[in-house]
């Protein structure tokens, strides 16, 4: 289950692993905020965002082929409601502009079409590199330091912990559905099918998290997370947000 390795890649050794937790969450957070205010239609800056991820990633040496197999996921969300931009007040629009221009680049629609795509995908590379470099562990300690609720926070930490165990169960799951059936099922008794396995995945998981919390009562969890605060800054903590936000920050004012 590589694709739920959450802290696979966060024992290198580069300059963005060793920046302080706090310094990379706000810095990331900055970024995703910063790419989302960006102007319907200003594509410059989504691609000079693209850019300056490419470079955090070469500098944190963490494979880009890595990172791109786990922001696949959230593509087909983004395509899906970037389409409804297609539908909103514009179908009589793209109609129009069929006929004498068969992209419609110009739509507004499609604008929003492809501006909604690509801040997702570009929102998603960020929060994917923030985690894989920082590390649940210090990602935890640096969301506590800045006052993030620790209802919040615990949720977090058992999500980092416990997404692997139930994929793994799925899975597991899925190859023993498959194993006892015979050639392809229609397609209604198919998704009959897949919502049984969902239904049973979601009681094992709910019947997981009861004993889970019961052992961890009976060790005196007092709904609390212990997590590592890293405290001090280096030169390389003042830089990265520079490096990150900069090249993001003159195109948006250019």
Not at 80 to 106: C, N, R, T, Y
Request: aromatic share 10%.
């Amino acid at each position: 289950m590589d694709l739920f390795l959450i802290d696979r890649y966060s024992n290198l050794e580069s300059p963005v692993h060793k920046l302080n937790p706090v310094v990379s969450l706000v810095s990331f957070l900055t970024f995703v905020i910063v790419v989302v205010l960006v102007p319907v239609g200003s594509f410059v800056p989504l691609f000079v965002a693209l850019i300056s991820l490419s470079s955090t990633a070469f500098v944190s040496k963490v494979p880009l082929r890595f990172i791109l197999r786990r922001s696949l996921v959230i593509v087909p969300f983004a395509i899906a409601v970037g389409a409804l931009s297609l539908l909103w007040k514009g179908a009589e629009s793209m109609i129009q502009h069929s006929a004498s221009d068969p992209i419609a680049f110009h739509s507004p629609e499609v604008r929003m079409f492809l501006n909604t795509v690509l801040k997702s995908f570009v929102c998603v590379l960020g929060m994917i590199l923030l985690v894989t470099t920082a590390g649940s562990a210090n990602l935890l300690g640096a969301m506590r330091r800045i006052g993030v609720p620790a209802t919040l926070t615990v949720g977090t930490c058992f999500l980092f912990r416990y997404v692997s165990v139930v994929a793994d169960e799925f899975f597991r799951m899925k190859r023993s559905r498959e194993s006892r059936r015979a050639g392809k099922l229609p397609w209604v008794a198919e998704l009959r099918s897949i919502g049984t396995l969902i239904g049973v995945l979601f009681i094992r998981s709910y019947e997981r998290a009861e004993r889970v919390y019961a052992a961890m009562c009976s060790r005196g969890f007092d709904g609390a997370m212990v997590a590592p605060i890293q405290s001090g800054t280096s030169k390389t903590d003042i830089l990265f947000p520079l490096f990150l936000l900069g090249p993001l920050l003159l195109s948006l004012l250019v």
